[in-house]
């Protein structure tokens, strides 16, 4: 099946930097990535669509300006958290779905536990 | 706006019984429903993709029904072992912009015990 590789796994940084997330699809294209967010004891939340070569769609209530996100080749999506709060941490999440469409639904990465200091 | 429920929120079991865990979503216009298992800490692991013309999908000892028109989903877990203990989600996959959008719940913790 397909796999998805998320790094890192886990990061803390300090008020007002930024933070990258990388989310690869390994052995197969994804021109799509999505990025999720998830709070303690709650559900996985849709943050952004990520379309190679072109601008990333957020979802209500996302600020752009502070997810970057980057999806320069068919098989790397980034995230970067720009000038990061104590309130951006959270478990982040990527997925990606095997083009051409395969029976294997939409595969997930690992996950990044970001802490803000 | 799609909703999803899954009922019951936890569960806690003994090694070997039979489970069954529910998922509801109140938009029935969807295209694919897919289960997950999350680890504690972990990201999500896709245990069984229903497609749209399916009605269910099986797997080991999973099985996965799905009623779009109730707008209903169900996950049977036979034979339960203590590996099994994870958060299971449901997630129908909504049409949005010519491609698919994926609304989880808050899932269905399960622990069985040996």
């Known amino acids: 099946g397909a796999v998805v590789s998320q790094h890192p796994s886990r990061v803390i940084c300090k008020s007002g930097t930024s933070v990258k997330i990388e989310c690869r699809s390994l052995?197969?294209?994804?021109?799509?990535m999505f990025w999720y967010r998830q709070f303690p004891k709650q559900s996985l939340m849709l943050m952004a669509t990520s379309n190679e070569g072109s601008k990333a769609t957020y979802e209500q209530g996302v600020e752009k300006d502070k997810f970057l996100i980057n999806h320069a080749s068919l098989t790397l999506s980034t995230l970067t958290v720009t000038s990061a709060h104590p309130e951006d941490s959270s478990f982040y999440i990527c997925?990606?779905?095997?083009?051409?469409?395969?029976?294997?639904?939409?595969?997930f990465g690992s996950g990044t536990r970001l802490t803000v200091v | 706006k799609q909703e999803v429920t899954q009922i019951p929120a936890a569960l806690s079991v003994p090694e070997g019984e039979n489970l069954v865990l529910n998922c509801s979503f109140t938009?029935?216009?969807?295209?694919?429903l897919q289960w997950f298992r999350q680890d504690p800490g972990k990201g999500l692991t896709s245990l069984l993709l229903i497609q749209s013309s399916q009605r269910e999908q099986t797997s080991g000892r999973l099985n996965a029904s799905l009623d779009k028109s109730s707008g209903r989903s169900t996950l049977y877990i036979a034979a339960s072992q203590p590996g099994d203990s994870a958060t299971y989600l449901c997630a129908p996959w909504s049409r949005a912009g010519g491609g698919n959008k994926l609304t989880f719940g808050t899932g269905t913790q399960l622990k069985v015990e040996l």
């Open positions: 997925s990606a779905r095997e083009q051409p469409a395969s029976n294997y639904g939409y595969t």
């Open positions: 052995d197969f294209q994804a021109t799509t």
């Open positions: 938009d029935s216009a969807i295209y694919n």
